[in-house]
């Protein structure tokens, strides 16, 4: 069984930073694609980044040049280190064992942590 538990995310103000991180267990972390999404009350459920097995990345375009998503194998934990934020960030980050970008209902009960909120104030 999948399990990811998220932790950092907090209250920051405009430009500020913040680094988000996701242990995970119960399955093969060296293998999977993580990612981190993003939603906010309103707004659609938003693929952030994602990081294959092989490292390779992908920012969604309202992240990329400012967060960072990277991994480390021995502590099984991703983190996303997020700079330059703004209030356009604000919303609750989850950690996932996926990167459907379609945050349907079933991936994210198997396989989303239960979320981290940032709030960025102007």
């Known amino acids: 069984e999948v399990h990811l538990v998220e932790s950092g995310g907090g209250s920051v103000q405009t430009g500020g930073s913040l680094r988000l991180s996701c242990i995970a267990s119960?399955?093969?972390?060296?293998?999977?694609?993580m990612a981190w999404y993003r939603e906010a009350p309103g707004n659609k459920c938003e693929l952030v980044s994602s990081?294959?097995?092989?490292?390779?990345?992908f920012y969604s375009r309202s992240v990329k040049g400012r967060f960072t998503i990277y991994k480390d194998t021995a502590k099984n934990a991703l983190y996303l280190q997020m700079n330059n934020l703004t209030p356009e960030d604000t919303a609750v980050y989850y950690c996932?064992?996926?990167?459907?970008?379609?945050?349907?209902?079933?991936?994210?009960?198997?396989?989303w942590g239960q979320g981290t909120q940032v709030t960025v104030s102007s």
């Open positions: 990081i294959g097995e092989d490292g390779a990345t």
């Open positions: 119960g399955f093969v972390f060296d293998d999977a694609v």
């Open positions: 996932a064992a996926d990167n459907d970008p379609s945050c349907s209902p079933w991936v994210r009960e198997h396989y």
